[in-house]
Every structure is written in structure tokens, then in C-alpha cells.
């Protein structure tokens, strides 16, 4: 069974760029077919899908935030990252790996926080 484990830092200053981790076991990135997501809770709201990428590299953003996020690979991990640029508190949120069968990461909450 495919398992996720996000990983990276539970509190950011605000304009710092937050850097998630998302580590794979279990199965390949690259397998064909499959898509890996990044998504996120703020408390008390609902999921917001802020971008993918694919098993070949190919990478989608959610257009609200695709002027900040980057979404990219190391593949001799097997792990994919993601980049968000001038964080603020409104991007305060429990991020999420996902890949796209169901399969999810525990979550980790990000905090922006002066």
C-alpha cells in the first residue's frame, strides 16, 4: 500500500516561503497514470486544491494561487515538494499530499505567525 508523509516546517513568518515535503513509500512517483495533489484546510473551512503533478513531471496549479506556488519532484527520493512564496496568516492551513486514488498523508499544519 502507497503511504504519504508530508514533512517540513509548522510555523513561517509572514512573506517567507513555506517548503512541504511529500515523502512516497510503497510505490513509484513515476508510475504511469497516477497524479500527486497538494491541498490544504485553513480551520474551519473547506478543502482548497492547490496544484498537482503528474508521474511524467507535468505540473497544474490552481489558478488563485499559481502566481506563488511551485510544485516539483526528486525522483531518486521519491518525493514531491511543494513551494509557496510570501506567506501571509491567511495561509495558515493543514496541508495535505494526496495522490489521486484516495491515498492521503497524515497532514501537517502550517502556521504563519510573526
Known amino acids: 500500500q502507497v503511504q504519504l508523509q508530508e514533512s517540513g516546517p509548522g510555523l513561517v513568518k509572514p512573506a517567507q516561503t513555506l517548503s512541504l515535503t511529500c515523502t512516497v513509500s510503497g510505490g513509484s512517483i513515476t508510475t504511469n497514470d497516477y497524479y500527486w495533489f497538494w491541498i490544504r484546510q485553513p480551520p474551519g473551512k473547506g478543502l482548497e486544491w492547490m496544484g498537482a503533478?503528474?508521474?511524467?513531471?507535468?505540473?497544474y496549479y490552481s489558478p488563485s494561487l499559481k502566481s506563488r506556488t511551485s510544485i516539483s519532484r526528486d525522483t531518486s527520493k521519491n518525493q514531491f515538494t511543494l513551494q509557496l512564496i510570501s506567506m501571509t496568516p491567511e495561509d495558515t492551513a493543514v496541508y495535505y499530499c494526496?495522490?489521486?486514488?484516495?491515498?492521503w498523508g497524515q497532514g501537517i499544519l502550517v502556521t504563519v505567525s510573526s
Open positions: 494526496i495522490r489521486d486514488n484516495g491515498d
Open positions: 503533478i503528474t508521474y511524467s513531471g507535468s505540473t
